[in-house]
């Protein structure tokens, strides 16, 4: 499987980070996690181009990471390729329907499979999900992603703070994506900072691959080095910051 940070930015743009969006592709399908500002760039950049996504997931409804949502299905629409399938937390259809009544010449120009995703686990784009409820100022999932045909484990946190149970939610994960939005000395909810974000991943009971910290704020900039020193106070395992651009290679943990 092959993973893709299309965005690692957040609802404030810096010019060098698109919004919020991460790739995974198997051989046989491709699923796009969030579609902020920015990543529709980002993804005619990579081999399945917009054309070949066969769902997108989102992880909820803040701007920074739907925003480019209709534009995504513009672009398809104009490629010959209207059949997407297009799932999230309750509310996911209402919002893609009202994203395009705005726009009447789209109407009747695509066939869209919406889906609210009511329970806990749930299969889409050739992946078995399993979603979990995150501490954001919406509701927001967690999602848990791994290729139906067997494959590792991938969980992205989606915008929350942290807390023990999201970390024991990624156990057994080969790569657990997860919010790092602020340094320290911002005072923030809804987000963690890098020293609560290692203190819970020490506390949790769970065997985790990888972490690459995302979502990353203006206000991270320059800043990484002395971000990840407080992490790893408190938390020995392998963390690195996500890029936008990077692809890696995802193995069993």
Not at 114 to 133: K, M, N, P
Request: charged residues 25%; contains cysteine.
């Amino acid at each position: 499987m092959q993973l893709t940070f299309l965005g690692t930015g957040s609802a404030m743009p810096t010019g060098r980070r698109a919004q919020s969006g991460t790739l995974l592709e198997t051989h046989e399908h491709v699923l796009l996690v969030d579609c902020g500002s920015g990543v529709l760039d980002a993804l005619a950049r990579t081999d399945p181009g917009y054309e070949g996504v066969d769902a997108v997931l989102l992880t909820h409804h803040h701007l920074d990471h739907v925003s480019d949502l209709d534009v995504l299905l513009k672009a398809r629409w104009l490629a010959g390729e209207t059949e997407l399938t297009i799932a999230g937390p309750p509310g996911t259809a209402d919002l893609v329907e009202q994203l395009l009544s705005v726009h009447e010449y789209m109407q009747g120009r695509l066939d869209l499979t919406l889906i609210d995703i009511a329970d806990r686990t749930f299969s889409v784009a050739g992946f078995d999900g399993e979603q979990r409820e995150t501490r954001h100022s919406m509701q927001c999932f967690a999602y848990r992603l791994t290729p139906s045909a067997r494959g590792p484990t991938v969980v992205l946190s989606g915008d929350s703070e942290a807390f023990p149970d999201l970390v024991n939610f990624a156990d057994g994960a080969a790569v657990f994506v997860h919010d790092c939005s602020f340094p320290d000395d911002i005072d923030v909810s809804n987000h963690p900072t890098p020293t609560s974000l290692g203190r819970t991943l020490a506390e949790a009971d769970a065997e985790l691959g990888r972490v690459y910290l995302t979502h990353l704020y203006p206000h991270t900039d320059g800043r990484h080095e002395g971000m990840l020193s407080a992490l790893t106070d408190h938390y020995d395992g392998d963390v690195r910051f996500a890029e936008d651009g990077l692809s890696i290679r995802v193995d069993e943990a």
